[in-house]
């Protein structure tokens, strides 16, 4: 069990890479307490020489991310080789502390804004191609501060919303054009809102920060996939960002 790193800020993340040798195993990877596992593990094997004989390694990497400052251990990794059992060693991570993204002299205490990144990659031949789709969760570091206006931002939107569609129907007006224009009355103050507190808004800002922007250069997109070519994830996280 290796990590790519020992110190790191709270929220950013950091590899953790296991490798084994031999067939037959079971693995079982550490709880992870107090981290955040991004997504599904990155496997990679190879053939390597142990004793003069061939034989298949696994790596297996994490993406995990710590949630709370201080010195955070990582538990032992077991694996049963062949029915013989093994163990790492745990691990010491030092975590300290982080910038709000969202705001400006604050420190990220508060719940990180989870956004969801999927990347889509060919496997196969030619004749036999599949598409694989990952999705990866990256933390954007947020005080308190920035939390409780977010949520707030958050509940007039929807507010305004519910007030659109209703209103519509009373007037005799579509109720889907009415509750877009009360979203768009409820991003309007909600925006205000944001300006007077001195807090960024998520739907801009969010993909500005430094992570998300490395990870759209390697080709991920904001959003799950939705699985239609009319309608991909970066239109659908427009939508229900503008939204809510």
């Not at 593990?41 to 004989?53: E, K, Q, T």
């Not at 801009?204 to 799950?224: H, I, L, M, N, P």
Request: hydrophobic share 40%; proline share 4%; with cysteine.
């Amino acid at each position: 069990m290796l990590p790519d790193q020992y110190k790191v800020k709270v929220n950013n993340e950091l590899k953790i890479t296991f490798t084994y040798s031999g067939e037959g195993r079971v693995f079982k990877k550490p709880s992870f307490k107090k981290f955040f596992v991004s997504g599904a593990p990155f496997v990679s094997f190879r053939n390597v020489l142990i004793n003069n004989a061939e034989v298949k390694e696994t790596s297996l990497v994490y993406v995990i991310a710590p949630m709370e400052e201080g010195t955070l251990q990582i538990e032992e990794a077991f694996i049963k080789i062949d029915s013989k059992p093994f163990s790492t060693e745990p691990l010491s991570i030092i975590i300290i502390e982080n910038s709000c993204h969202f705001t400006k002299n604050k420190k990220a205490d508060g719940k990180p804004l989870k956004l969801v990144m999927n990347h889509e990659s060919t496997e196969g031949t030619e004749q036999h191609r599949t598409f694989k789709n990952t999705n990866h969760t990256l933390l954007i570091p947020r005080s308190h501060y920035a939390h409780v206006y977010h949520r707030i931002g958050t509940g007039m939107k929807i507010f305004f919303f519910a007030w659109g569609f209703l209103l519509g129907g009373k007037i005799d007006f579509n109720p889907l054009l009415s509750a877009l224009g009360g979203a768009l009355f409820g991003g309007i103050f909600c925006n205000l809102l944001y300006l007077i507190a001195g807090v960024k808004s998520k739907f801009y800002f969010a993909r500005q920060y430094s992570s998300v922007k490395d990870y759209r250069e390697k080709g991920y997109r904001c959003g799950t996939e939705t699985g239609s070519p009319m309608l991909n994830s970066e239109v659908v996280y427009f939508i229900t960002s503008i939204l809510f």
